[in-house]
Each structure stands twice: as structure tokens, then as C-alpha cells.
T-cell receptor
Framework: ELKVEQNPLFLSMQEGKNYTIYCNYS?????LYWYRQDPGKSLESLFV?????AVKQEGRLMASLDTKARLSTLHITAAVHDLSATYFC????????????FGTGTRLQVTL | GAGVSQTPSNKVTEKGKYVELRCDPI?????LYWYRQSLGQGPEFLIY????????DSGLPNDRFFAVRPEGSVSTLKIQRTERGDSAVYLC??????????FGPGTRLTVL
């Protein structure tokens, strides 16, 4: 059974600081997704990582994938309040984009 | 363009009743997915359609849950004899080519 773990589960950080969220998964996969969810809202796709060594950046967020270590990171640079949300990583074990297995999420709170 | 839509946005029902939840995918998307998200958790996979057929229904918790997609577009998730434990947000997603899943706003189901 595929397990996806994120840490930390909760992160409070000050504006302007940098931090990294980690996503570990238990079985082989080369497809990993990051989503953002605001309270009471649905999931917004942030990044799709499709191969070992993939790195993608959008604004203050950068995601990377190491399939050998079964690890993805979401790095936040110079956080701003608007980044406050819950971030989920999800893994497609089958490699054909059927079901996604989600992590438990990291709730990010950026304080002024 | 229009995203994934789900109706109703909220559904309150009594224990033992039957409910139907509807999903309209993005036009042209052949793949459709149902997930369930409990409070404070990541989404959990229920079922995946490719066209009209259920390609993977391994996430359906029991035989009270059933989903259809008769014309390969709109899908309905049906829950019989609802239980309080069925209360959750039911999310629908659609995609094409397998690279990404786009999520709808969800239906919040409350079973009293």
C-alpha cells in the first residue's frame, strides 16, 4: 500500500522567511503533484513533477522531485501572507495518472 | 473556460436516506475521478472513470457507494442508506492524457 507522508503538518512562519515542506512516499513512482487548498475551497494545482530531478518554480514556490529517495520538496522563498493555505502532495503510484494518493497536508500560516 | 462543476454544493440528509452527487467535468476530458475528503485530511480516492467505464473502483468503501458515467461526460455518485460516517466533502476531478487532475469545488455532505 502506498503511503505518502508530509512534514511538518503545521507550519507557522514569518513573512520574509524561507522554509521547506517535505513529502516522502513509500513505493516507486515518478509522478508527483503539489496542490494548494484554501479553507472551504477546492484544490488548486501548483506543480506537476514527472521525472527524477524535475524542478519547477512559480513565484515564491519551487518544487523538486528525487525519485530515488522517494522525496519531493516544496520550498517557500520570502513568504508572504497570501501563501497561507494547506499544501498537499499527491503521488500517482500506477504511473498512468489513475488514482492519486495524497499526503495529510501541511497547513501553512504566514504571519506579519 | 469552464472548470469542473459539482452540484449540489451542500447536501444535508438524514441517516438512512439515499443521495446523489453530480459532477460535470471539463469539456473533452475523458478521465473522471471521485475523491472524499474528511475534515483535516487529504482527499482519498474513490473511483476513476475512463470514458464510460469504471477503470478503478478500488476506493469505494462498501456496496452502498456506486457511481455511473453513462455517456462519458457527467458522472453521478450515489450513496444508499447513508451513515453519519459518510459526512465529508466529495470532490470530483477530471483530466486528459493522464498528466494532471483538475478538481471541482466539491459537495459537502452532512448526514444527521
Amino acid at each position: 500500500e502506498l503511503k505518502v507522508e508530509q512534514n511538518p503538518l503545521f507550519l507557522s512562519m514569518q513573512e520574509g522567511k524561507n522554509y521547506t515542506i517535505y513529502c516522502n512516499y513509500s513505493t516507486t513512482s515518478d509522478r508527483l503533484y503539489w496542490y494548494r487548498q484554501d479553507p472551504g475551497k477546492s484544490l488548486e494545482s501548483l506543480f506537476v513533477l514527472l521525472s527524477n530531478g524535475a524542478v519547477k518554480q512559480e513565484g515564491r514556490l519551487m518544487a523538486s522531485l528525487d525519485t530515488k529517495a522517494r522525496l519531493s520538496t516544496l520550498h517557500i522563498t520570502a513568504a508572504v501572507h497570501d501563501l497561507s493555505a494547506t499544501y498537499f502532495c499527491a503521488v500517482d503510484m500506477a504511473g498512468t495518472a489513475s488514482k492519486l494518493t495524497f499526503g495529510t497536508g501541511t497547513r501553512l500560516q504566514v504571519t506579519l | 473556460g469552464a472548470g469542473v462543476s459539482q452540484t449540489p454544493s451542500n447536501k444535508v440528509t438524514e441517516k438512512g436516506k439515499y443521495v446523489e452527487l453530480r459532477c460535470d467535468p471539463i469539456s473533452g476530458h475523458t478521465a473522471l475521478y471521485w475523491y472524499r475528503q474528511s475534515l483535516g485530511q487529504g482527499p482519498e480516492f474513490l473511483i476513476y472513470f475512463q470514458g464510460t467505464g469504471a477503470a478503478d473502483d478500488s476506493g469505494l468503501p462498501n456496496d452502498r457507494f456506486f457511481a455511473v458515467r453513462p455517456e462519458g461526460s457527467v458522472s453521478t455518485l450515489k450513496i444508499q442508506r447513508t451513515e453519519r460516517g459518510d459526512s465529508a466533502v466529495y470532490l470530483c476531478a477530471s483530466g486528459v492524457g493522464g498528466n494532471e487532475q483538475f478538481f471541482g469545488p466539491g459537495t459537502r455532505l452532512t448526514v444527521l
